[in-house]
């Protein structure tokens, strides 16, 4: 059975910081790209960040940038966000994801680029709330 499971959300002050999981089992993340995906309430689900299989090579969201930070351990088969100077503006569901296929995470430009059809396993999410 494919899991890919989620925590290190919860409620922090602005410009804090919290350090999200994201821990698969029945799959390998190894040969694949994950994503970072955060959906508001109200709001279409938006793509955060993404991480290729080859060489940790990263990619953010404009919104992001500078203040998160992708990482893998393929050992333990699990993918992390850190996120810092975190903002009201930054609460929403986070969700992890698998490819379909090893993709670049960008476009032919090199910069971030990661629709959701591209990925086939999900996490159910975890809630981080920015807020005083």
């Known amino acids: 059975q494919v899991q890919l499971v989620e925590s290190g959300g919860g409620l922090v002050q602005p410009g804090g910081s919290l350090k999200l999981s994201c821990a698969a089992s029945?799959?390998?993340?190894?040969?694949?790209?994950i994503g970072w995906f955060r959906q508001a309430p109200g709001k279409e689900r938006e793509g955060v960040s993404c991480i290729r299989s080859s060489a940790g090579y990263a990619y953010y969201a404009d919104s992001v940038k500078g203040r998160f930070t992708i990482f893998r351990d393929n050992d333990k088969n699990t993918v992390y966000l850190q996120m810092n100077s975190l903002k009201p503006e930054d609460t929403a569901v986070y969700y992890c994801a698998r490819s379909v296929v090893d993709i670049s995470c960008s476009d032919v430009s090199g910069i971030y680029y990661s629709p959701t059809h591209e990925y086939d396993y999900w996490g159910q999410g975890t809630q981080v709330t920015v807020s005083s």
């Open positions: 029945g799959v390998t993340l190894d040969y694949y790209a």
